[in-house]
């Protein structure tokens, strides 16, 4: 028996033989902002339902933020960056997740609550966030997380 301490892996997306052959950064980016796009709309519609159902906005938008990302990862692992699955670069994930998760909710709570109660507020205050961490995640997803073995 291993002493080592299990550690599970996401769940697996198929791979497909296209994705075989490395892409540039100018697909990478396309694909990041493609897949970014989708896991947004997973994320602030998530959002505003919780929002209607009463939730904080703190809350929401940590629960938001978790699907989201989550789907983000997922698909940006397969066909972004083209990554095997490993529980190293699983956990460097979790832990920029971690960073970028502080710095969404942080940003989203400072601009909804600062704001002037329009009915932009809180789309606005998503966007921003949302941009902010998408700029800090390709950058280290690419330089850093799917260089990893």
Not at 61 to 75: D, N
Not at 95 to 104: E, R, S
Not at 125 to 133: E, H, K, L, W, Y
Request: hydrophobic share 55%; no cysteine; charged share 15%.
């Amino acid at each position: 028996m291993s002493a080592e301490p299990h550690v599970p892996l996401p769940v697996d997306l198929p791979v497909v033989a296209e994705q075989q052959a490395a892409v540039d950064l100018k697909t990478q980016i396309v694909r990041f902002v493609l897949s970014g796009g989708f896991s947004a709309i997973i994320d602030f519609g998530l959002y505003i339902l919780l929002g209607i159902a009463g939730l904080p906005v703190a809350v929401a938008k940590s629960i938001s933020f978790v699907a989201g990302t989550t789907t983000a990862y997922l698909i940006n692992r397969r066909w972004t960056f083209q990554a095997e699955p490993s529980r190293k670069r699983f956990l460097a994930v979790v832990a920029l997740y971690a960073v970028t998760f502080a710095v969404q909710v942080g940003i989203n709570q400072i601009l909804y609550v600062t704001l002037d109660d329009h009915w932009w507020r809180k789309p606005l205050a998503f966007v921003i966030a949302q941009g902010t961490a998408t700029v800090i995640n390709f950058v280290v997803q690419r330089a850093v997380i799917f260089k990893l073995r």
